[in-house]
């Protein structure tokens, strides 16, 4: 997402982060961080499989909403974790975040979230058909791919114009099964405010992350890897053919891989 964690058993608590739909719900399990809740009109009916959609064109909501988060584009601003069940919170309270706006295009938003001196999480949103994309793209320091990278969902449509949700995909249930129930969520709540944050259902765990739109930081260097937009990363079928993002939240670290930066990340 930018994050995510483990499979199945809490490896080294390591979590990936990924954003929203219509309204808020109080999660009961741990702290009880707030989760977006799936509007109706954004699944099919119980049972039945969503019908095809006809156009290749984004919904109005989804239109307004990219217009708003391409706004920021080159401006960095600072996080803090608004709300946690234990699980996350233990991982990311007190760490320094900036997302940094790092490059918009009219096919392509790619946010780099920086944790402490971790600068490796990158959120990658895209025109999907007729919909939007979210991955999180994990990077080392010398620009090559992490392992466990590529994960997050297209959004329903159409979702609101301030809020997107995206549910795991396919190749995000491959790389971490027990997360294939997890939606991740992009939500302006108000003019001076974006909040991100990933949802794991199946265990109770939620955290999200609040961004202060109304005061930008300096903007930092040059995330790790920056060189590979335009190039179609393994493991993702974008439509522009671009990178995807990562910068979700915390997702589960395979076992043996290592990362800098807070425990548990991405």
């Given amino acids: 997402m930018s994050l995510v964690e483990g499979m199945g058993h809490r490896p080294s608590r390591r979590v990936c982060w990924g954003l929203g739909l219509a309204t808020l719900l109080v999660v009961g399990a741990g702290c009880g961080a707030d989760v977006p809740e799936v509007d109706e009109g954004d699944r099919a ?18 239109e307004e909403f990219w217009a708003s988060l391409e706004g920021h584009c080159g401006n960095a601003y600072r996080g803090r974790v608004s709300d ?19 490059d918009c295009g009219p096919e392509r938003i790619h946010v780099a979230l920086h944790v402490n001196d971790d600068r490796s ?19 080392n320091p010398d620009g090559s791919e992490e392992e466990i990278s590529q994960y997050g969902g297209d959004a329903p449509r159409p979702g609101l114009s301030r809020r997107q949700i ?25 003019a001076e405010t974006l909040h991100y944050g990933v949802h794991w259902p199946r265990e109770g765990h939620s955290i999200r992350l609040e961004f202060d739109l109304s005061d930008p930081v300096d903007v930092t260097p040059p995330p790790p890897g920056d060189s590979r937009r335009g190039k179609k990363p393994e493991g993702c079928k974008l439509a522009t053919g671009t990178g995807a993002g990562r910068g ?3 997702l589960p670290a395979p076992a043996g891989v290592t990362r800098s930066g807070v425990p548990g990340r991405p």
Avoid: C
């Avoid at 699980?87 to 309270?93: D, F, K, P, R």
């Fill in 45 to 62: 009916p119980s049972g039945e499989a969503a019908p095809p959609e006809e156009t290749e064109s984004l919904a109005p909501e989804q």
């Fill in 84 to 102: 946690a069940t234990q699980y996350y919170a233990e991982m990311l309270e007190g760490a320094d975040q900036v997302a940094h706006f790092f």
């Fill in 121 to 139: 999480r990158n959120w990658i949103l895209t025109r999907e058909g007729n919909t939007l994309r979210l991955k999180h793209d994990h990077r």
């Fill in 166 to 190: 995206f549910p795991a995909d396919d190749h995000t249930a491959r790389i971490l099964p027990e997360r294939d129930d997890n939606f991740w969520f992009l939500d302006l709540v108000d």
């Fill in 248 to 250: 979700a939240l915390p």
